[in-house]
């Protein structure tokens, strides 16, 4: 889901509501885009209960950036994260799931070039 800003200091209900939706439907993951991220929100003021944190936060510039949560039930063998300031990814591979997921946010103004990279 994009949710355009996951621990903005002006509303700070995002994280309880996702934290709400995970306890809801015993989500195995939620990836979301958008978090607007910085090396100042440390992975605790953002965690959900029984979740694993994954993410890729925006370099050189505001927005973007992009977080897996896991459930801590689940191992996840690699974790692979990319930022070119434009595009901002994160892979993870799930062993008893055998999935590969790859969680990409692409903002609508990105050159191709930046994106084919």
């Known amino acids: 889901m994009n949710i355009r800003g996951l621990y903005p ?8 509501y996702l934290s709400d939706l995970a ?3 015993n989500a195995p993951f939620i990836c979301v885009t958008e978090s ?10 953002i965690a ?6 994954f993410r890729s936060d925006r370099k050189d510039r505001s927005h ?4 897996i949560y896991v459930r801590k039930d689940l191992a996840v063998k690699t ?3 990319d930022s070119n300031s434009y595009c901002d990814s994160i892979i993870i591979e799930i062993l008893q799931l ?10 609508p103004n990105c050159p191709e070039a930046l994106f084919n990279q």
């Open 98 to 107: 055998n999935l590969v997921l790859i969680n990409i946010y692409r903002p």
């Open 9 to 16: 200091k002006n509303d700070q209900s995002k994280v309880p």
């Open 23 to 25: 306890k809801q439907t």
């Open 36 to 45: 607007h991220l910085t090396p100042s929100v440390l992975d605790n003021e």
């Open 64 to 67: 973007g950036g992009v977080v």
């Open 79 to 81: 974790s692979v994260k």
């Open 48 to 53: 959900i209960n029984g979740y694993e944190i």
